[in-house]
T-cell receptor
Framework: DAGVTQSPTHLIKTRGQQVTLRCSPKSGHDTVSWYQQALGQGPQFIFQYYEEEERQRGNFPDRFSGHQFPNYSSELNVNALLLGDSALYLC????????????FGSGTRLTVV | AQSVTQLDSQVPVFEEAPVELRCNYSSSVSVYLFWYVQYPNQGLQLLLKYLSGSTLVKGINGFEAEFNKSQTSFHLRKPSVHISDTAEYFCAVSDRDSSASKIIFGSGTRLSIRP
C-alpha cells in the first residue's frame, strides 16, 4: 500500500518565478493538507482540500494556491517566489475526520535563490 | 483556536537513559493529541495519539505519553533511549469535534543521544 508521494523531491527556483508541487495521497484517504516547514521550525498549516474544495486556510498570502483533483491528488502553487519561501513543503493525507491522524509524504525541498 | 508549546528546543541525553519531552497545549474545545517524529531529510511519522479513554498512550519504538487534562499537558516519555532515537519530535493538537479540522504543530524538540 503506497503511502503519500510527493514530487519533486528537490527544486531550485529564482525569485519571482512560480512553482508547482504535487502530492498523491495514501490509498483510501480523501483529504490533503499542505504544510510549510522552515529550517528548524515546526510545520505551518497552509491549507486543506476535501472534495476538490479548499476547506481551511492558514495564515498564508494569496500567492499560495492549490487544487485537488477527482482522484484526490493535489497541487500546491506558489507565485512570485520570495527568498523566504525556501522551505520543506509537506503534504499530508487523511480522512476528513482526524482520529487516525495524518500520513505525511517525505516533502519537497524548495530553495529560492 | 488551538496552540502547542514544546518547552524544550533541545534535549541531550545519554544512551540507555530515560527521557521526557514536554508538551503543553491550549484549546477551548476537546482535542486529539499527537506526537510525530521526523528523521533528517524525511517527512513526519506518527509515534502515538490520544483520542479518548485511557490517559496513558503507548506508541511505536517504546514511546508512551500521558494526557493530563488539568495541566493541559501531553508529555512524551521513553524509559531507555537508543542512538536511533536521535530525531526531531513534534507535539500536535487538533479539534476533536470539528468535521473538518487541521493539526497544529509545536516548534519541535531535538533529541540528541550521546553514547
Amino acid at each position: 500500500d503506497a503511502g503519500v508521494t510527493q514530487s519533486p523531491t528537490h527544486l531550485i527556483k529564482t525569485r519571482g518565478q512560480q512553482v508547482t508541487l504535487r502530492c498523491s495521497p495514501k490509498s483510501g484517504h480523501d483529504t490533503v493538507s499542505w504544510y510549510q516547514q522552515a529550517l528548524g521550525q515546526g510545520p505551518q498549516f497552509i491549507f486543506q482540500y476535501y472534495e476538490e474544495e479548499e476547506r481551511q486556510r492558514g495564515n498564508f498570502p494569496d500567492r499560495f494556491s492549490g487544487h485537488q483533483f477527482p482522484n484526490y491528488s493535489s497541487e500546491l502553487n506558489v507565485n512570485a517566489l520570495l527568498l523566504g519561501d525556501s522551505a520543506l513543503y509537506l503534504c499530508a493525507s487523511s480522512l476528513l475526520q482526524l482520529s487516525y491522524g495524518y500520513t505525511f509524504g517525505s516533502g519537497t525541498r524548495l530553495t529560492v535563490v | 483556536a488551538q496552540s502547542v508549546t514544546q518547552l524544550d528546543s533541545q534535549v541531550p541525553v545519554f544512551e540507555e537513559a530515560p527521557v521526557e519531552l514536554r508538551c503543553n497545549y491550549s484549546s477551548s474545545v476537546s482535542v486529539y493529541l499527537f506526537w510525530y517524529v521526523q528523521y533528517p531529510n524525511q517527512g513526519l511519522q506518527l509515534l502515538l495519539k490520544y483520542l479518548s479513554g485511557s490517559t496513558l498512550v503507548k506508541g511505536i519504538n517504546g514511546f508512551e505519553a500521558e494526557f493530563n487534562k488539568s495541566q493541559t499537558s501531553f508529555h512524551l516519555r521513553k524509559p531507555s533511549v537508543h542512538i536511533s532515537d536521535t530525531a526531531e519530535y513534534f507535539c500536535a493538537v487538533s479539534d476533536r469535534d470539528s468535521s473538518a479540522s487541521k493539526i497544529i504543530f509545536g516548534s519541535g524538540t531535538r533529541l540528541s543521544i550521546r553514547p
